[in-house]
């Protein structure tokens, strides 16, 4: 019999999964159907603010295309809302009015935005009704709004330290608007970031005309604009931070309402086990930014460390290549379809940030200082290795690196507008390498003599992290005619996640075309 598949939620995690899954459709194994909230099908909402600020369009964001997967013989219904799951009789109620059954049914509902309880706002996290002028920059209308406000070179405040909130600020002043940074703590990056890459990452900031108010704490939120509008966000202190937009970037949390309304177990997402099945409920499963992968069994290894959903794209598009496997297996009823290898944790994920003028990258644990000789030798247990930490910085040039080794293996590292260093140590670190005993060579690839060398850099590295693609990958696509980061982009699915990696595709592109013409 033909497989009943149903998958919730239609983000660029569900997207991949339905693109896994369509040989099995287009075979007659499985009927799919994708259910998905808003009027559009699939998009890349990691790059919506490069769509607010007119850098791309709304069809280059797009991941799918509803006709060519209705065609294929999907089931697509855009601007649906899924009302319950009655997990009974294997089905779901729809807000069309349909109540369409399942075989497997999975969760792929992603995150929704945190909104701050400040006043002025609605503080239902749930159902929250944003007032004029205030914006959580989620979806293509967020991005309408944050557009109109560059293109009129209006005062944007930003609310939130993190990388989106980073990425949209500094993507938001190079197109001319007036932009500053409200975050609570010392620097931005708190959570990833130590204190000295903290200072020089704001300098940098500050250089490419961000403003940054830290340790601030938001209270509230003022509507004095001629239409009713964000006038001005409140502080603690009695100060008022004056804008014409406000731009929520406070993070994200795992929708699990659904799986919650229907009786499945929740942490901070919908708990799976390493198969990505609910738990004590082999018919569904969660993946992307809603799954919290922690098996309910108490003496796995694994599973004591686990951390919550990572909240990137790359993570999730692994889960669904290899639940797209599985499901498949399940539905040509092959007898090894258990026996498939699940799905290896997540490394540590590395976070990068890129723009005109400046460059970060960051992973592992940084915490501990040069100096810190408890923290130091608290993991020098049971024959371990002591941390070693190495520290440079030159603030005056906005650039500063560390490098926490344990046996000379990189475990965590910062790099702040060292571009190439920070390329080698991601390199390292992805590798679970040793670095060369010597530290200082590798601060001399920003040196000004390594600046001709810079292109011949390893042809195997990951240049995309969020689609997993080499850069020999790319190279071959480039040699069969791909001429732009589009087109690299629909032979590889290299780029199609964060755009981080655009730079270095770019250049791939340009040295290929400069070997033809030499």
């Not at 995690?13 to 339905?18: D, G, K, Q």
């Not at 259910?35 to 998009?43: L, S, W």
């Not at 280059?60 to 009302?83: H, N, Q, W, Y």
Request: net charge negative.
């Amino acid at each position: 019999m033909t497989e009943r598949i149903v998958v919730v939620g239609f983000g660029p995690v569900a997207a991949r999964l339905v693109d896994e899954l369509l040989p099995a459709v287009q075979s007659g194994l499985a009927h799919l159907t994708v259910v998905g909230e808003e009027a559009e099908a699939a998009y890349n909402r990691v790059l919506v603010a490069d769509l607010g600020v007119g850098r791309t369009t709304a069809s280059a964001l797009a991941l799918s295309d509803a006709a060519a997967l209705i065609a294929d013989g999907v089931d697509v219904r855009l601007g649906v809302r899924v009302r319950r799951v009655d997990r009974a009789r294997q089905q779901l109620v729809l807000s069309d009015g349909t109540s369409p059954g399942y075989d497997r049914l999975v969760f792929a509902t992603g995150s929704r935005p945190v909104i701050p309880n400040l006043t002025g706002l609605n503080p239902d996290p749930a159902a929250p009704v944003l007032p004029a002028g205030v914006t959580a920059l989620r979806d293509l209308r967020d991005a309408s709004v944050l557009h109109a406000a560059v293109a009129g070179g209006k005062r944007v405040v930003v609310l939130g330290g993190g990388v989106l909130g980073l990425e949209t600020a500094l993507a938001a002043a190079e197109e001319g608007a007036t932009v500053t940074v409200v975050h609570n703590g010392p620097h931005p990056l708190g959570r990833n970031i130590d204190r000295g890459g903290g200072a020089v990452l704001a300098a940098s900031l500050r250089n490419c005309g961000v403003r940054v108010a830290g340790n601030a704490r938001s209270t509230g939120v003022e509507h004095n604009a001629p239409d009713g509008g964000f006038s001005a966000l409140l502080l603690d202190d009695g100060s008022a931070i004056d804008g014409d937009l406000l731009v929520l970037s406070c993070g994200v949390r795992p929708r699990t309402e659904l799986a919650e309304g229907c009786g499945l177990s929740t942490g901070a997402g919908i708990l799976v086990d390493h198969k990505l099945r609910a738990h004590h409920e082999p018919h569904i499963f969660a993946i992307g930014d809603c799954a919290e992968v922690r098996c309910p069994e108490p003496d796995c290894t694994e599973c004591r460390t686990a951390r919550g959903p990572s909240g990137l794209v790359g993570p999730g598009w692994r889960q669904a290549e290899w639940l797209a496997e599985y499901l498949t297996l399940l539905a040509s009823g092959a007898p090894d379809a258990e026996l498939l290898q699940a799905l290896p944790p997540e490394l540590p994920g590395v976070v990068v940030l890129k723009a005109r003028g400046m460059n970060m990258a960051v992973a592992g644990d940084v915490s501990a200082d040069p100096w810190d000789e408890e923290a130091l030798t608290a993991g020098a247990v049971n024959g371990r290795a002591r941390l070693q930490i190495a520290q440079w910085a030159d603030p005056e040039h906005g650039r500063y690196v560390k490098m926490t080794t344990r046996a000379g293996v990189l475990e965590g590292l910062v790099a702040v507008g060292m571009p190439r260093t920070g390329a080698e140590l991601v390199q390292l670190f992805e590798r679970g390498a040793e670095l060369p005993a010597d530290r200082s060579l590798l601060l001399r690839l920003d040196g000004p003599d390594q600046a001709a060398a810079a292109g011949a850099a390893d042809p195997e590295r990951t240049v995309c992290r969020c689609a997993g693609v080499s850069g020999t990958k790319i190279a071959a696509a480039v040699t069969d005619g791909c001429g732009t980061v589009a087109e690299v982009s629909g032979a590889t699915r290299a780029g199609t996640g964060c755009g981080g990696c655009h730079d270095d595709i770019k250049g791939l592109i340009e040295k290929h075309f400069q070997g033809a013409v030499a």
